[in-house]
């Protein structure tokens, strides 16, 4: 595993430099102009494969481009077609539990957003905890609570992204929400709709606070997604995220371990159906 701490670092003030030293780098590597990004975490590797790529860049050839540091994520930004559509795809995502800060984490949206794309599309894996949820599930997600206790724009606001005080009043566009909705049941894929719950990790959760997370009105609990949209919006950048369910959090008695290899295990059994559900989503934009 190769981990790069000795990268130039960024200071807040000087983000939209970094930003734009991240851009002219790839636009000195390929002019090509995505419309949409993807954030493929757990479960979405299957989209990669239906990118026809143009052009590949390892993240740590970027210009302050955090590195991933987990196993089941790759770390490359890939630019290419799907179908008619311009997509850039990062394949691999970086999480708090990572070390990274808010701001680095969420440092490629920014630099999606100045490459020109107009809509984010993200996927992860989560812990399913609505009443009728099962292994394999997926859920489109129609709103979130941050739980992270920490949120990317903390800090100065920079009057050029976006506003000091965002509504968060539509974060996943409803439109998007809607479309898919539909996708799934044309293509008899079971999905639900519901709210994500942002954690930190790396700890999976205690019964305790499974049991708090459902009582608060989480559907479903992660370890990403929310600092990758707040961002998003932040830049006026519409966003649709789902997670594939993963495992159960179980709040009752019952005693049931959760372990990673079985998280990987299930995303990559549901990866087909996510990916068909996200490549014809992206086909019926316009
Ligand atoms: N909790 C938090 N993050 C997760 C889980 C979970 O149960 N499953 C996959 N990611």
Known sequence: MEVIYDKKSFLIENLVENINEAVDFIKSKTDFKPRYGLILG????GLAREIEVEYELKYKDIP???????ESHQGKLLFGRIGNK????????????EGYSMVQITFPVRVMKFLGIEKLLVSNAAGGLADDMEIGDIM????????QLANPLIGPNIDELGLRFPDLSEVYDTELIDKAVKIAADKNIRASTGVYVSVTGPCLETRAEYKFIRIIGGDAVGMSTVPEVLVAN???LKSFAVSIITDIGYPTEKVKKVFIEDVIAAANKAEPKL?????????SME
């Open 275 to 283: 990916t068909m559900l996200v490549r014809e989503l992206l086909l």
């Open 64 to 70: 302050f481009f955090p590195v991933s540091t987990v």
């Open 140 to 147: 489109i997600i129609n709103d979130h609570i941050n739980l």
């Open 234 to 236: 932040h830049m006026g």
């Open 86 to 97: 311009n997509v850039v795809a990062m394949v691999g995502r970086f999480h708090l539990y």
């Open 42 to 45: 757990t479960g979405l590797g």
